[in-house]
């Protein structure tokens, strides 16, 4: 009975130290419970799950969190769809260097999937208009008026230095919503345009545009204008391009800087 007690005395005290052994590191350097799993939130905010590895040192990467397919989207180009953008693109919330942000990752709709300028959007058809956010950097845009209406009119008229005067009333149109996100002059200019554009800007954006002789219409033809006026950091302008003279149509490209 006695070497029995002392026996079983030596047994329990070799298991507490195998159990202290075992125990005392495993909570000391291990982060994690072997193969225990857990939830998970990948990049883009879906869920996912990841397991512990099986010596408890690390858990797993997030799975399945891998970029999401190009959406089966016609005006998504595969370039596009590769390049996420910048980091908050998509978000709705529009962060330098975005130029515009319609909470989604559809190209063709006035905002890419890069957070760029694009496509001829129903946005450009009426008030407040197509937006477009100006940081340090240019931005440049192409598109056409040919898909819209006759909605907007300089109020006055404009044209000097030998362009038509204009006030674009026969001529169809877009308007941009243009946020500058730093204070100074806002040059907006149309090249490579494929009719006489006209551009006029204003602080209220209506179809009768009444603008405070911010209007170019300086050139007849296809030259191009340039439209320079001051502005505020934060604050919409509403740009219009128009045709200046009658009823033209056609593309163009347009910039926008802040200096
Ligand atoms: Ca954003
Ligand atoms: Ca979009
Ligand atoms: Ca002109």
């Not at 998509?90 to 190209?107: A, H, L, M, R, Y």
């Not at 006055?156 to 006030?167: E, H, L, R």
Request: aromatic share 6%; glycine share 10%.
């Amino acid at each position: 009975m006695k070497p029995m007690s002392s026996r079983a005395a030596v047994v329990l005290s070799v298991l507490g130290a195998v159990v202290a052994c075992s125990s005392s590191p495993t909570k000391s350097t291990t982060p994690c419970k072997p193969k225990l799993t857990v939830l998970c939130k990948c990049q883009d905010g879906s869920e996912g799950q990841q397991t512990c590895e099986d010596d408890g040192s690390k858990f797993s990467p997030c799975d399945p969190c891998i970029p999401p397919d190009p959406l089966p989207d016609a005006g998504v180009d595969p370039i596009d769809a590769a390049d996420s953008g910048p980091p908050g693109c998509g978000d709705g919330i529009v962060q330098e260097p975005e130029q515009c942000d319609d909470k989604n990752k559809t190209s063709g709709d006035g905002c890419s999937a890069k957070c760029v300028l694009d496509g001829n959007p129903d946005s450009a058809r009426a008030c407040p208009g197509m937006q477009v956010h100006v940081w340090d950097s240019v931005v440049e845009y192409s598109g056409t008026t040919t898909v819209y209406a006759q909605t907007f009119r300089a109020s006055p008229s404009c044209g000097v230095d030998g362009g038509a005067t204009s006030s674009g009333s026969t001529s169809p149109d877009r308007v941009f919503k243009v946020t500058p996100h730093r204070p100074g002059t806002l040059k907006v200019e149309t090249l490579n345009a494929t009719f006489d554009t006209m551009i006029y800007a204003a602080e209220t954006c209506a179809p009768d545009l009444v603008h405070k002789g911010w209007c170019a219409n300086a050139k007849a033809g296809n030259a191009g204008e340039v439209l320079t006026f001051p502005v505020s950091s934060e604050i919409a302008y509403f740009v219009v391009v128009d045709g200046g003279a009658i009823t033209v149509q056609g593309n163009f490209t347009i910039r926008f800087s802040v200096f």
